[in-house]
Nanobody
Framework: VQLQAYGGGLVQTGGSLRLTCAAS????????MSWFRQAPGKEREFVAR????????YYADSVKGRFTISRENAKNTVYLQMNSLKPEDTAVYYC????????????????WGQGTQVTVSS
């Protein structure tokens, strides 16, 4: 299984970025997909989740209303659209996959991408 995350970069406060996670080696449509992030010196934290069958979504309070997670099963891809970015969104963003309903903790997930850096300047 491989998860490849990309799309990060440097953006000013208030700007937007779209992260992409391309999956291979798994039956993508059966997996719940999530995004996590990790800022320097901090624990990895949950950002957003999209379930396998229902496509239902869930967000951390810190990103609710600004970020949108979506998926295209035909392309084995999950996205994270990030709008109204703030300096506190600066982190390495990781995609993760699990063959269950999925949770909000790092240990809930089976597979991880390599991460993509997002830097928001003030």
């Amino acid at each position: 299984v491989q998860l490849q995350a990309y799309g990060g970069g440097l953006v000013q406060t208030g700007g937007s970025l779209r992260l992409t996670c391309a999956a291979s080696g798994l039956t993508f449509s059966r997996y719940t997909m999530s995004w996590f992030r990790q800022a320097p010196g901090k624990e990895r934290e949950f950002v957003a989740r999209i379930k396998d069958g229902s496509f239902s979504t869930y967000y951390a309070d810190s990103v609710k209303g600004r970020f949108t997670i979506s998926r295209e099963n035909a392309k084995n891809t999950v996205y994270l659209q990030m709008n109204s970015l703030k300096p506190e969104d600066t982190a390495v963003y990781y995609c993760a996959a699990v063959l269950t309903a999925g949770g909000y903790m790092r240990n809930d997930y089976s597979y991880w991408g390599q991460g993509t850096q997002v830097t928001v300047s003030s």
